[in-house]
């Protein structure tokens, strides 16, 4: 049984920072890409980051360039969010594939989180 599962998420105000977690149980975790996506209130899913199995590949959204960083070690990858702003506010989704344009596209990815609230105060 493969759990995907973040953490982190809260109420934070506009310029403020927030670390997002997300850990990945049921298979070995160095073998899969991992990803962050989010939905805002009325809005589709998009892309926010991804790192590759390694660790020695990210890709950033336009939008979050210079202020998100994503990272991970042994069994947990995270995503470093500083300087938020209102618009970054979203449900925020952990995405797990062994398929790196899978995770960096959102398509066909195997496996999802259930979701962290990242609310930001203007």
């Known amino acids: 049984q493969v759990e995907v599962k973040e953490s982190g998420g809260g109420l934070v105000q506009a310029g403020g920072s927030l670390r997002l977690s997300c850990a990945l149980s049921g298979r070995i975790f160095a073998t899969y890409a991992m990803g962050w996506f989010r939905q805002a209130p009325g809005k589709e899913r998009e892309f926010v980051a991804a790192v590759s199995r390694g660790g020695g590949n990210a890709e950033y959204a336009d939008s979050v360039k210079g202020r998100f960083t994503i990272s991970r070690d042994k069994d947990t990858v995270y995503l470093q969010m500083n300087n938020l702003k209102f618009e970054d506010t979203a449900v925020y989704y952990c995405?797990?594939?062994?398929?790196?344009?899978?995770?960096?596209?959102?398509?066909?990815?195997?496996?999802w989180g259930k979701g962290a609230l990242v609310t930001v105060s203007s």
């Open positions: 995405a797990a594939d062994q398929n790196w344009y899978a995770i960096i596209s959102g398509d066909r990815v195997n496996h």
